[in-house]
């Protein structure tokens, strides 16, 4: 037990949630005609409406109590100035390094020098200087990474397909499975295709077997390994292994130990995203990014977007025994999103033990989620009558570039209208049809989707994980457990393709292999 968890200020909001869980958020409306206005914020292009949750003045200044006692402020100032917050690594993680634009420090230095190498970089393909082989323009870009080098930039590429360039499409590349790599590549031509190999160590299994295997499609077509260097560039801190798969040097953009995966999409892992909307949109976005680091560091906590976030999240999460919540953007572009989030919040809060290796009760929760309207038709079904107590963020955009303005009325509506059911449910004598009512839920309005506003918002969600991670007394920079399945991996591997039937694992796997192998 951590001394945060024995403190009064948990004590107090433990003795608090049973007073709370039995009030209806509607009644909480028809007695506070001012909720709205006193429990929403915006700030940095976001409007957040967190009126819907099972929360009163009470609570959130037991919260922000609680806030105070974790020493968040100085815990907001130690990231920002380069504090090796990530204790188990003893490095500083600073991904608002990433989006400042100042030049104070080396780490701002280096990452400026960065973008200026990208720009370069992105000028000449975009304006078709940089040809390949055959002296053809670049028509496609395959980018070759997993994880963090794959969900973030997939994800903001998607979300901004009305800043898309003619000319150039990216693809991105993440499963080891052939089939995801050979499906991208079958109506491709090498002579235009240009691969980005992110992978910080260049040696990460499924990205280097994706890679190797792409280096093969191009040589097996007609290009030579002399033509690798202008297909091929690399994102990566292993210039020796680039170098020596081929890519030039100067192709070669650098990636620190000081940003972790999952929050590095505002780096060269963003290059494909710098490609395909060009480098003034993805400036854009992360000027957005730092509006909302300024307001995270600069406002009051309770007026504090991303705090309120992590506030809400744990009360529910370690009061309120929620096990899981659901994301959900209404905007289609948006629909990878759900997923960059689970690995923002699940890599960063799926911990057992606190920063000093002291066992915790309970870790951050599973997220979950799908773009509006799809979700009404599949799961919304639980979120209205299930039992479960799932928190939901409902993500709208007020404006379209779309034509079809009234359908985009019919989206907003559906959204809307979810988050009002899900607080005051519906009535009926018959309780096959009655919704109880009084789930919880947090609402972000953006008058429209752009590179500003989409960088807002998730630097919003990656200061919101922050903050539980130190509400929670864990370390949301490390991720050591996703590498014991990569070692079993190998193990695994070597069974499966050598002669001898497995039998040095469990019953279970032993028989699994050995079937696999008939």
């Excluded at 009126?51 to 402020?73: F, I, R, Y």
């Excluded at 109506?187 to 235009?192: G, K, W």
């Excluded at 639980?382 to 779309?402: K, M």
Aim: proline share 4%; aromatic share 8%; with cysteine.
């Amino acid at each position: 037990m951590s001394s945060l968890t024995s403190s009064p200020e948990w004590k107090a909001l433990q003795e608090h949630q049973p007073e709370i869980s039995g009030r209806q958020i509607s009644d909480f409306f028809a007695k506070n005609p001012n909720r709205f206005e006193e429990f929403s914020v915006e700030a940095a292009g976001i409007l957040l409406d967190y009126s819907k949750n099972l929360v009163d003045s009470s609570t959130m200044a037991l919260l922000l109590s609680l806030a105070e006692k974790a020493g968040m402020s100085s815990a907001i100032t130690s990231m920002f100035t380069g504090n090796h917050i990530n204790n188990t690594e003893d490095r500083p993680a600073l991904h608002v390094a990433l989006r400042s634009p100042h030049k104070n420090s080396s780490y701002e230095q280096e990452v400026h020098a960065t973008l200026d190498k990208m720009e370069s970089f992105v000028s000449r393909v975009t304006a078709w200087e940089w040809q390949g082989y055959k002296e053809d323009p670049i028509t496609d870009v395959v980018n070759i990474g997993i994880g963090g080098s794959d969900l973030g930039p997939a994800m903001v590429y998607t979300a901004l397909s009305d800043y898309q360039l003619d000319g150039i499409r990216c693809h991105f590349v993440s499963n080891v499975d052939p089939v995801h790599l050979e499906e991208t590549l079958e109506n491709l031509e090498p002579a235009t295709t240009l691969f980005i190999i992110a992978s910080k160590s260049f040696t990460t299994l499924e990205t280097s077997l994706n890679a190797q295997a792409s280096r093969r499609w191009f040589l097996e077509a007609d290009g030579n390994e002399q033509d690798l260097a202008k297909h091929f560039v690399a994102v990566s801190a292993n210039k020796e292994k680039a170098q020596a798969f081929g890519i030039a040097d100067e192709n070669i953009f650098p990636m620190w130990d000081w940003v972790g995966g999952r929050y590095s999409l505002w780096s060269a892992i963003g290059l494909p995203v710098a490609l395909g909307i060009g480098i003034e949109n993805f400036r854009n976005l992360l000027a957005g990014a730092y509006n909302m680091d300024m307001h995270f560091q600069e406002a009051e906590l309770a007026g504090n977007i991303p705090v309120i976030m992590g506030l809400l999240d744990t009360w529910y999460n370690c009061f309120c025994q929620a096990q899981s919540k659901t994301v959900l953007p209404y905007r289609q572009q948006l629909h990878l999103l759900p997923a960059w989030m689970q690995q923002l919040s699940m890599e960063s809060l799926g911990k057992a033990v606190d920063r000093h290796g002291n066992p915790i009760e309970q870790s951050g929760n599973v997220i979950w989620g799908s773009a509006g309207t799809n979700g009404q038709h599949s799961f919304h079904q639980l979120l209205h009558q299930g039992t479960l107590l799932v928190p939901a963020d409902f993500i709208a955009v007020a404006g379209t570039d779309s034509e079809n303005k009234e359908q985009h009325k019919q989206l907003l509506a559906n959204c809307l209208a979810q988050s009002q059911v899900l607080m005051a449910g519906r009535e009926s004598n018959d309780p096959h049809i009655k919704v109880a009512g009084n789930k919880p839920s947090n609402t972000f309005l953006l008058d429209n989707l752009t590179p500003e506003s989409l960088g807002s918002l998730l630097a919003a969600y990656e200061h919101s994980v922050y903050v539980q991670s130190i509400l929670m007394g864990i370390n949301a920079f490390d991720q050591f457990g996703v590498e014991a399945g990569k070692v079993m991996s190998k193990d695994v591997y070597e069974a499966l393709t050598g002669e001898a039937e497995a039998s040095g694992f469990d019953a279970s796997t032993n028989s699994l292999i050995n079937r696999c192998k008939k």
